[in-house]
């Protein structure tokens, strides 16, 4: 099969780690019989500089042609100075909204043979550690009204957390789909104390469980959620959230795994369309230096085969790759506990690829 990329490495190291991602999936083509075509296009900064704009329209009109979209990452200090509407992030906020990107799935999966990388004790950690965080991500205050106004306490700014019941209800649909092909227990995440939006998120939440009578559902304050993901990781399944909590909460997951270098996700719309993306971001105190951890990348193009080509195989070649060359000590600086062998970006990718 024929199947056509858009590929958006951006800033900082997702030029890198899209780089080495591309090799890989070459070999998989090679392999299996497959062609993946390419199509490189611009968002973030380097956007900004060539064009002017964070989001150029040509961008977006070939991922709508393309059949997904991977992303390495945008943003970086260079232009953290400008006003928030032109920012490089806006891209990404743009490319999710364009594109209807409403469901982010955010796998934090505890690979064995790092356990000695993850700042947790083994014994929290023995038996492993398989959590999602579905993360609502077209919705909430990222997308609500903002401004500036006068207060008594003078000049102010809001950003309005806002849910409507059918944004709740599809990412619930979502996760509790997730979780009958997992172990079956969903943990919903809010602020149900205090929010009006979280008390909304809840009951609808509640609503939809009634359709799925084999899964157990459970709910969290996303203050205690965030304590309990570092006490005992292993009593969650299926972490469902609004956009603001999940974000956070699936940067503390990625740390419990090792390294936020390690964690893939998919962000996708209503079928099978989808862009593929590390949660981590542009790391510019580390880019251009070789050090970047490829394998969040990686092993978002496998969520891609998976999720989006139904290609089951070929992803979990692409997940052996990654364990057999971690098997055999290679780590890059995020991973290097001392023992091992330390490698860069680019020998990570190569080795992850012969390993295909
Ligand atoms: P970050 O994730 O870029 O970096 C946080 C820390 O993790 C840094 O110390 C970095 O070196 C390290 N790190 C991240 N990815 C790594 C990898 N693959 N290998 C090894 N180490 C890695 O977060 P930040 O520093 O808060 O943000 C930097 C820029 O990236 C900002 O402009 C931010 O807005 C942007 N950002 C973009 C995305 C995205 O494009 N999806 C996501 C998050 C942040
Ligand atoms: C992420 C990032 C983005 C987010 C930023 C860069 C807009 O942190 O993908 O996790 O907050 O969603
Ligand atoms: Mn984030």
Known sequence: MNYKLAVIPGDGIGPDVVEQTLLVLDKVGEKFGHTFQYHKVLAGGCAIDATGGCLPQETIDVCKASDAVLLGAVGGWKWDTLP?????????LGLRKALGLFANLRPALLFEQLADASPLKPEILAGGLDIVVVRELTGGIYFGEKGVKDTDLGPAAYD?????????????????????????????????????SSRLWRRVVTEVAKDYPEVTLDHLYVDNAAMQLVRNPRQFDVIVTSNIFGD???DEASQITGSIGMLPSASLAQGNFGMYE???????DIAGQDK???????????????YTFGLGQEADAIENAVKSVLDQGYRTPDLFAGEGTLVGTAEMGRRIAEAI
């Open 84 to 92: 928030g509407d032109q920012r490089p992030e806006r891209a990404l």
């Open 278 to 284: 590390p949660v981590h971001g542009s790391a510019p």
């Open 292 to 306: 970047a951890n490829p394998m969040a990348t990686i092993l978002s193009a496998a969520m891609m085969l998976r």
């Open 160 to 196: 309005i957390e806002q849910y409507a019941e059918e944004e709740v209800r599809r990412i619930a649909k979502v996760a509790f789909d997730m979780a009958m092909k997992r172990s079956k227990h969903v943990t919903s995440v809010d602020k149900a104390n205090v929010l009006e």
């Open 248 to 250: 956070i909460l699936s």
